[in-house]
């Protein structure tokens, strides 16, 4: 429902006092911090008997904005982004996190004041965290195939319906699971979310310049996993629904780009 400047699940208002305004509420709350930055912080807090994220954020100043600009990225100006993105996706039929309160005030660019929280996704394990020990402890041959295909399915329904994520690494991808081995018991019901999504850009076709970022990123952050050359293809295959021999005689420049930029990422990170 929405209460003024505020869209508040009924299960959220039920914790809330009457005064002073919700909006001022829901920027006090105070949880653990899981992220602070520059005008804005992402903290764990617990209303009534359950979890949740909110993300406050308190305005980025202009200082901030031009600094962005001058690097040619868009700064993140408030939760808007991330409420809209969120709603997009859930469209697409891509699983992400339940948003239970938004709201935003104020017209100043640079003092926009803004919240957004989320149900927390419990029990769940990044992929980051799940695939670190691939290199000495292979995972079934079932549960890689399984997790590639999904991995480039939620890419490819970005990047063909306008998004681009900006911040697309295996750490934003969680899995729905109870125990780490008990994944190779749920297949093929593997559920994936994807998550921080701020900074998601939504045009009506997504630039190639930001789909060779997105898919670099998620091959950097992949590159200590243990995937093999068949395991790459793979991926390339699912992303774009082709024969590997389709995508190499049409579009093979395309994927030279993609690994280099990723082997770029990985060669600074490690310098």
Partial sequence: ?????????????????????????????????????????????????????????????????????????????????????????????????????????????????????????????????????????????????SLIEQVAYIARTLHQNGLNHRDFYLCHFLLDTVKKAEVENRLPHLKLYLIDLHRVQIRHLTPRRWIIKDLAGLYFSSKDIGLTQRDLYRFMKSYHGKSLREIMDADNGFWIKVLRRGEKLYCDLIK
């Fill in 1 to 145: 429902m929405w209460d003024g400047n505020v869209y508040l699940h009924s299960d959220i208002k039920v914790n809330l006092s009457s005064s002073p305004a919700i909006f001022d509420q829901m920027m006090a709350l105070k949880g653990k911090c899981f992220r602070q930055q520059k005008g804005r912080i992402t903290q764990r807090i617990r209303l009534g008997k359950k979890s949740y994220f909110i993300k406050q954020h308190f305005g980025v100043g202009w200082k901030e904005i031009l600094k962005n600009l001058v690097q040619l990225r868009w700064p993140v100006l408030s939760a808007k982004n991330e409420w809209l993105a969120i709603h997009k996706l859930q469209a697409l039929g891509i699983d992400v996190p339940t948003v239970v309160a938004y709201g935003r005030r104020g017209s100043n660019p640079a003092s926009l004041q803004s919240f957004i929280m989320m149900e927390e996704l419990a029990p769940v394990m990044s992929l980051e965290d799940l695939c670190q020990t691939w290199q000495i402890f292979p995972p079934s041959f079932a549960l890689k195939r």
